[in-house]
């Protein structure tokens, strides 16, 4: 059996924290898009390149899922969440806290070795909210 989606981002955030790899989480097409705090990225190879500098400039992360939504169908899910999050930047050594708001949907795919299914992000969109 798959894992569900809910485990997926999960582990996502463990992979964050832990500086692993993040690619694998993302859909591998040009129509995947990811949003963060001061980013817009379009198409897997964007995002890639994004997160590879990502995990090698920032350490020391904390994620702090404070209200996960989950909502899982047979091909698709889609997640919420209030997060505080914070790393700190390897080349100024500048320490960074937001408390941010996640949403994104999932895609399963086929595994090409066993055929079981899993989850992908094909959209995430993380942003800080502001005070108006």
């Known amino acids: 059996m798959s ?13 964050l924290r832990n500086g692993e790899p993040l690619v694998p989480y993302f859909r591998d097409d040009a129509s995947t ?3 963060g705090i001061s980013e817009s990225l379009f198409g897997s190879d964007e995002i890639a390149r994004a997160l590879a500098e990502q ?9 702090s899922s404070r209200h996960l939504v989950v909502d899982e169908h047979d091909e698709f899910a ?17 320490r ?15 595994s090409a070795s066993d055929g079981a299914r899993d989850w992908r992000f094909a959209m995430m969109h993380v942003s800080a ?3 108006l």
């Open 129 to 131: 909210p502001h005070d």
């Open 78 to 94: 889609t997640m919420a969440d209030d997060v505080t999050m914070a790393w700190t930047d390897t080349t100024s050594g500048d």
């Open 55 to 63: 995990t090698e400039t920032t350490d020391n992360w904390t994620v």
């Open 3 to 15: 894992p569900s989606a809910e485990s997926i981002v999960r582990d996502y955030y463990d992979a």
């Open 96 to 110: 960074h806290r937001f408390d941010s708001r996640w949403s994104a949907t999932l895609v399963k795919r086929a």
């Open 33 to 35: 898009v990811k949003f």
